[in-house]
């Protein structure tokens, strides 16, 4: 299976505490960067959420 994030130039990464409602912020920031070509993707595993931010524009320019 091919994971979504798989070709995206990854800027950074960051863990912490598991938050419930964390998917609005994420939400909120994918839909008013992507014009600047950000991404921002959300995982959680083990009581624990960690936010990647990806630069969609500079993976494209490979």
Same mark, same amino acid.
């Given at each position: 299976?091919?994971?979504?994030?798989?070709?995206?130039? *990854? #800027?950074?990464?960051?863990?912490?505490?598991?938050?419930?409602?964390?998917?609005? /912020?994420? $939400?909120?920031?994918?839909? @008013?960067?992507?014009?600047?070509? *950000? #991404?921002?993707?959300?995982?959680?595993?083990?009581?624990?959420?960690?936010?990647? /931010?990806? $630069?969609?524009?500079?993976? @494209?320019?490979?």
């Amino acid at each position: 299976m091919k994971k979504i994030h798989e070709g995206l130039h *990854l #800027i950074a990464v960051k863990e912490f505490k598991a938050y419930d409602e964390m998917y609005m /912020i994420v $939400d909120f920031l994918n839909k @008013n960067l992507k014009h600047y070509g *950000l #991404i921002f993707g959300l995982t959680s595993s083990n009581g624990k959420d960690s936010i990647s /931010i990806y $630069d969609a524009e500079k993976s @494209n320019r490979k």
